[in-house]
């Protein structure tokens, strides 16, 4: 498998998880322990709030095309595109939320912009009740423009 992985993620891979730069089993369990810590709090935090779901754009800004390069801009400023996606999007990921993305519109160049929606571990159901009600009242998404 790794080596079918596209260069920028082998780059990645091997200097953060392949030795020498593999984490020690001590470095690993205390990142476990931090996610454990981190699914109680989200686990509170809906509690408290009474929130079943929350919503929220995939993207910090407008979905940029794959030839803008490893930067996008967000407002007047460019910031790295894994910062503009993964700040909205990895809460799901590392708290192990069950997460559902939606097409929710289209930028003026045809780009598709996807909607959110993040909801706690088993809440799996009622999560697609959502998504499905949605896509029906949105409709489904069109074909991204080829772009050359």
Known sequence: MFAQVGPSMKTYIETRALPPSR???????????????LKATVRDWYSQHNI??????????????????????????????????????????CASMSSLVLPAGETPSGLPVGLEFDALSGQDRELLSVGLSLEATLGRANRPPLLG
């Open 23 to 37: 984490p020690s089993r001590e470095a690993y369990e205390a990142a476990l322990a931090r996610r454990d810590q």
């Open 52 to 93: 079943l779901m929350l919503a929220h754009p995939v993207i910090m800004g407008l979905p940029p095309k794959l030839s803008d390069g490893i930067e996008t801009e967000v407002g007047v400023q460019k910031i790295p595109f894994r910062v503009a996606i993964g700040r909205n999007i990895a809460l799901g990921g």
